[in-house]
């Protein structure tokens, strides 16, 4: 009933990864029906958003991010994956994906993401 989000592990600064989040199976419909979002969070900080995509596809990114991070839909195999790319220090957190305007209920354990040399 949770989304699944994985992908994450240790990089390097400047390194790369993509992380894939799994919609819920029962009692959610295609992610292509909702606004959807990648989220994340740093240990001592609040969850924030950095990425998503709208129902029509239009993307939009938090400034720390913009440039190097890429949202992406696959409505078919009901996934939404993020592409990270020139990766920094500041970027280690758990992220998480869910709805825009979060479903509280949904919530995964996230995927940990830790940048480190």
């Known amino acids: 009933v949770q989304f699944v989000e994985s992908g994450g592990g240790l990089v390097q600064p400047g390194g790369s990864l993509r992380l894939s989040c799994v919609a819920p199976?029962?009692?959610?419909?295609?992610?292509?029906?909702?606004?959807m979002a990648w989220y994340r969070q740093a240990p001592g900080n609040q969850r924030e958003m950095v990425a998503r995509m709208n129902l029509g596809g239009t993307e939009f990114y938090a400034e720390p991010v913009k440039g190097r991070f890429t949202i992406s839909r696959d409505n078919a195999k009901n996934t939404v994956d993020l592409q990270m790319n020139s990766l920094k220090f500041e970027d280690t957190a758990v992220y998480f994906c869910n709805t825009y305007l979060p479903i509280e209920s949904r919530w995964g354990q996230g995927t940990r993401v830790t940048v480190s040399s």
């Open positions: 199976r029962s009692g959610f419909r295609s992610v292509g029906n909702y606004h």
